[in-house]
Structure formats: structure tokens, C-alpha cells
């Protein structure tokens, strides 16, 4: 389960008390099995744009989980006429995410646990709305029984 790869699958009590070794780069654990890339589930309470980032709070009942979304990349990727880059669809991407966050909206977040001014924060990877009416219950039980059953078992 701690392979960088792995999305843990978190509420936001759970992610926010991720114990932070104070590395550099960051690294966090529970249980003492390293987490970096994490997933949550919630409804967007904040948001925050400005030219490079878009900030935004995904409330799950449990707390409020802290989320960047880079959008510096869309102007290093607007220099002039070329071949579409791997930048070019990054930047795509990022801008039609973007636009999807709205107040209100129940979303799905992917992507890096952080930190921040000493604020825990995730660095979005990827951004879906969600659209089914259980999707919220689905993901807490989830969570349940990921914590029970892999996640507070210790590293393997």
C-alpha cells in the first residue's frame, strides 16, 4: 500500500492528521505506511482563482481538505505556434478543471499531500464533478473499510 502510485483514499479528519516528518521533500504517514498521493470526496466550500492556481476547501462532513490546482503551465505553454506539446494538453486540462469547480459542486480529488505556510494542502492531479446523488455515502463507507482493512494495518 505505499507505493507512490497508490491513491489512498481518504476522509478529511484522516488526511488532515497524516503525520508530516518535516523532510524535504515532504512525507507523510499513518500507521507508519507512507502516504503521498491521496483521494477525497466532498463538496466545494471555497474557491480562490487567480492567474497561476486555482485554491479551493472540499468539505466532506469530517473537515475541510485544503487543494491547489496549478494553472501556471497554460501560459508556458502559449509562446508561440507550434506542434501541440504534452504542456499544451496539461494546460488544456488544468483550465477545463478548473472551470468545473464550482461552489457547491461534489467532486472527486485526486493528487499530492503537502504543505504549505505549514498548512497541510493537496496539489490537485486530477479533478472529476460527480455526479451520482450516493456517490458521497459510497466514498465514506469506502473509506471505512479501507482504514479497516489495509490502511491501519501498519506497513506490510
Not at 457547491?104 to 493528487?111: P, S, T
Request: hydrophobic share 40%; proline share 4%.
Amino acid at each position: 500500500m505505499g507505493s507512490l502510485s497508490v491513491h489512498f483514499k481518504l476522509l478529511a479528519c484522516d488526511l488532515l492528521s497524516l503525520v508530516n516528518h518535516r523532510t524535504t521533500p515532504p512525507t507523510f504517514s499513518r500507521n507508519s505506511t507512507p502516504v503521498s498521493c491521496v483521494e477525497t470526496l466532498g463538496v466545494v466550500v471555497s474557491r480562490e482563482r487567480r492567474e497561476q492556481f486555482l485554491k479551493f476547501l472540499v468539505d466532506d462532513g469530517s473537515g475541510c481538505v485544503p487543494c491547489v490546482l496549478w494553472l501556471n503551465h497554460y501560459s508556458l505553454g502559449r509562446k508561440r505556434w507550434r506542434e501541440p506539446s504534452d504542456l499544451d494538453i496539461k494546460a488544456g486540462m488544468a483550465l477545463e478543471q478548473a472551470e468545473m469547480v464550482r461552489l457547491g459542486e461534489v467532486v472527486r480529488v485526486r493528487g499530492r499531500v503537502g504543505v504549505y505556510r505549514e498548512e497541510m494542502q493537496v496539489t490537485v492531479r486530477d479533478v472529476v464533478v460527480e455526479r451520482d446523488p450516493n456517490a458521497e455515502v459510497l466514498f465514506w463507507l469506502e473509506c471505512v473499510r479501507l482504514a479497516r482493512e489495509c490502511y491501519d494495518l501498519g506497513p506490510l
